[in-house]
């Protein structure tokens, strides 16, 4: 075999080239798949902390519709409301045939406005009642239909009663004769997405 030595030139080139694979394997061997299980791990931070956020989130949630349960359920039986899906007006109108007794309301139904998620249904009515007491009580179911309302702008006045001899009209005392009574009350729905979407664009 032909032996031969090595110039000094050839012996540091040599040894660099071993340098350089060394670095090149310490490189792909080592800090590579270092930096790669790194990067794996702080993936794996982020979706931990993210799903965190979101068990923290839902947790609140909970214990807050837990809370509101815990307040609706202490109410009498006859104050516990709900908020049903859209759009509830069939119902409704059920119900206020029931609750008005034959008096023959008259209603009008304003725009539904829609807001995060919850349809507000207005519904302005008058009718007269023989008594204040009467009216008192239509009021009354009114907002025990079991459905979340609110009762706004009520006016109760007394009727014009003709008075004795001259044929003119003089007003009675609320208490005591016919009244006549007027306001708007607002019902609460669940308004779907798609509704919900649309109101959020205009």
């Known amino acids: 075999m032909l032996m031969r030595n090595f110039t000094r030139r050839e012996k540091v080139l040599l040894v660099i080239l071993g340098l350089v694979l060394l670095v090149g394997l310490y490189f792909l061997c080592v800090q590579r798949p ?5 990067a794996a791990l702080e993936l794996e931070k982020e979706d931990l902390e993210l799903d965190t956020t979101v068990a923290t989130t839902m947790l609140a949630q909970r214990n807050e519709m837990r809370a509101e349960l815990d307040e609706i359920f202490a109410m009498p039986k006859d104050q516990i409301t709900v908020m049903p899906a859209y759009d509830n ?9 029931s609750i008005f ?3 023959e309301p008259k209603l009008s139904f304003p725009e539904v406005r ?7 249904r207005p519904i302005e009515f008058e ?7 009467q009216a008192r009580a239509i009021l009354t ?3 025990r239909t079991g459905q979340r309302s609110l009762l706004d702008g009520l006016s109760i006045q007394p009727m014009e009663r003709e008075s004795s001899g001259r044929g ?5 005392d609320i208490k005591t004769g016919a009244v006549s ?3 708007t009350i607002y019902f609460y729905e669940l308004a779907p997405e798609s509704l919900k979407s649309e109101a959020e664009e205009k």
Not at 114 to 120: K, L
Request: aromatic residues 10%; negative net charge; glycine residues 10%.
């Open 34 to 38: 270092v930096e790669d299980r790194l």
């Open 89 to 97: 007006l069939e119902t409704l109108m059920v119900q206020f045939d």
């Open 101 to 103: 007794m034959g008096l």
């Open 114 to 120: 829609f807001e995060e998620g919850v349809a507000t």
């Open 127 to 133: 009718f007269d009642a023989p008594s204040y007491d």
């Open 141 to 143: 179911r009114l907002t």
């Open 168 to 172: 003119q009209t003089a007003n009675g």
């Open 181 to 183: 009574v007027r306001g």
